[in-house]
């Protein structure tokens, strides 16, 4: 297992970074997850244009282009020398004042950190997962807008623990609404009658890399996908639920709560769309 920390353009084996660092302090940072086919960054593109479109959307100004990140990318995964590598990249605020206001710290910290790839076990791919509708809500979009992925992820920790204490292996949210929303790390989709269904951004949701590349390939292979919102209860009726993430991938869920989905083993549509999505990856 190899590890190399890249902190401001300098790579390190080991980081110890300021506690004063408001990103510690109060989540004030920003981050993206990415994973690497052949040790390659995949669609880097895609994680550096929404890195940015969250610091945009909390004034946090990173003072270097996607070019840089590229060439730090390229350096940090040579350096570590991985088959296979999970890349997670931050800026936080920096150093300031121990108080909320972000006037104080003036230079963004950049971190990232690219170790070997820690896969799901297979037997979740096999026999997906355990999932559970869980009381705590998904963050409102108006008060910290899941599609913006900073730091502070105290809501899905939350739910986290939730769901541990059910016994399930993650959980799945609903908005202040009622309306279902997504999972702790990944996007949730059901399917009924073949269709394929995924709650729309406005629920308040993660724009997933992984969501808007099922999303295509579901259409391009003759699936009708339906975004909208729909209440919680409405997922004991699926035929199939999945997941999708970085790291997740597609992954079948095959017990809600407790009880099976559909057969309770991974159905046609979600082993169709994991076939057709690890074709794309690894052709
Ligand atoms: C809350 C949340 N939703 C969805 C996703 C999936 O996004 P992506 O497919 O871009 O990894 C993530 C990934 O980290 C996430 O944290």
Not at 56 to 72: N, Y
Not at 127 to 156: E, F, M, Q, W
Request: aromatic share 8%; with cysteine.
């Amino acid at each position: 297992m190899t590890t190399k920390i890249n902190f401001n353009g300098q790579i390190h084996d080991e980081l110890n970074i300021s506690v004063l660092d408001h990103g510690f302090l109060f989540g004030d940072s920003v981050y993206e997850v990415v994973c690497t086919i052949k040790n390659q960054p995949c669609f880097l593109d895609k994680h550096l244009c929404r890195l940015f479109a969250s610091a945009s959307a909390i004034s946090l100004d990173i003072p270097h282009d996607k070019q840089w990140f590229q060439e730090q990318l390229n350096t940090t995964l040579s350096a570590a020398g991985n088959l296979e590598s999970y890349i997670r990249i931050i800026v936080t605020r920096g150093i300031g004042e121990v108080n909320i206001d972000p006037s104080t710290c003036h230079r963004p910290n950049i971190i990232i950190i690219v170790m070997e790839t820690s896969e799901y076990p297979e037997s979740c791919y096999e026999k997906g997962i355990h999932v559970a509708l869980v009381s705590i809500k998904r963050n409102s979009r108006d008060a910290l807008n899941p599609n913006v992925k900073t730091g502070n992820y105290l809501n899905n920790v939350l739910a986290k623990v939730e769901s541990n204490k059910l016994g399930a292996q993650d959980a799945i949210m609903v908005n202040s609404l009622g309306h279902l929303t997504e999972g702790t790390t990944s996007n949730l989709f059901f399917v009924r009658d073949g269709h394929i269904f995924t709650p729309s951004l406005d629920c308040g949701i993660l724009s997933g890399i992984t969501r808007e590349i099922v999303i295509q390939l579901s259409k391009e292979n003759g699936f009708r996908v339906e975004e909208g919102k729909w209440p919680g209860e409405e997922l004991s009726e699926a035929d199939e639920i999945f997941l999708t993430g970085t790291i997740k991938k597609v992954m079948p869920v095959s017990h809600l709560d407790g009880r099976p989905v559909g057969s309770g083993k991974p159905g046609p549509v979600t082993l169709k769309l994991m076939r057709l999505y690890e074709f794309l990856l690894k052709g």
